[in-house]
Nanobody, 119 residues
Framework: VQLVESGGGLVQPGGSLRLSCAAS????????MSWYRQAPGKERDLVAR????????NYADAVKGRFTISRDNAKNTVYLQMNSLKPEDTAVYYC?????????????WGQGTHVTVSS
């Protein structure tokens, strides 16, 4: 199983970035996909989630209206479009796949991609 994030980098406040997460080794279309982020010295927090078929999304309050999560099941890829970036968006962003299996959750994580918002 692999989740490989890309698209991070340095951007000025107000700018945009698009993160991608390419998945392999599991049935991508059966998993809900999420983006999390972890700033230095803080816990890892959920940023956005999308259901397996892409029909439903939800977002952390801090990013609503600025970030958009989407997925392409034909390409086994999930995206996070980030607009109007703020310095407080600076963090390592992680991609995660999750699926309920019986009474437990099967979950995979990527290695993370760094996003720095600074002038």
């Amino acid at each position: 199983v692999q989740l490989v994030e890309s698209g991070g980098g340095l951007v000025q406040p107000g700018g945009s970035l698009r993160l991608s997460c390419a998945a392999s080794g599991f049935t991508f279309s059966s998993y809900a996909m999420s983006w999390y982020r972890q700033a230095p010295g803080k816990e890892r927090d959920l940023v956005a989630r999308i259901t397996s078929a892409g029909g439903s999304t939800n977002y952390a309050d801090a990013v609503k209206g600025r970030f958009t999560i989407s997925r392409d099941n034909a390409k086994n890829t999930v995206y996070l479009q980030m607009n109007s970036l703020k310095p407080e968006d600076t963090a390592v962003y992680y991609c995660s796949a999750a699926r309920l299996v019986g009474y437990s959750v099967s979950q995979y994580w990527g290695q993370g991609t760094h996003v720095t918002v600074s002038s």
